[in-house]
Nanobody, 126 residues
Framework: QVQLVESGGGSVQAGGSLRLSCAAS????????MAWFRQAPGKEREGVAA????????YYVDSVKGRFTISQDNAKSTVYLHMNSLKPEDTAMYYC???????????????????WGQGTQVTVSS
């Protein structure tokens, strides 16, 4: 049973844009957190952006603030990551994650997400 399906990755030049999509099965597109993580070769996986589905609160790692935007479409059970002004250091495999409990301090780290997508590659050339 498919839970999360990512799409939208690709190769772009520095300064370009991409939009990643994460379509969730209805039963896990709940009112809690969904997020995007990324992992570059030889590096640890890091959180990029998260959204609290129930309230629309968004959270970003400092390195992408002002360039990336996470958004939701409840009718499609889909979360998007709009990536602008891409840099070579944004090159990574990007993963969608879902079903982590929101708290007043925000969305949690990666170990609290119960569902993960297969990943989509983003490559930014200089």
């Amino acid at each position: 049973q498919v839970q999360l399906v990512e799409s939208g990755g690709g190769s772009v030049q520095a300064g370009g844009s991409l939009r990643l999509s994460c379509a969730a099965s209805a039963h896990i597109y709940n009112r809690e957190c969904m997020a995007w993580f990324r992992q570059a070769p030889g590096k640890e996986r890091e959180g990029v952006a998260a959204i609290y589905i129930g309230g629309g609160n968004t959270y970003y790692v400092d390195s992408v603030k002002g360039r990336f935007t996470i958004s939701q479409d409840n009718a499609k059970s889909t979360v998007y990551l709009h990536m602008n002004s891409l840099k070579p250091e944004d090159t990574a495999m990007y993963y969608c994650a879902a079903d982590a409990r929101w708290r007043s301090s925000g969305c949690p780290g990666q170990y609290e997400y119960n569902y993960w997508g297969q990943g989509t590659q983003v490559t930014v050339s200089s």
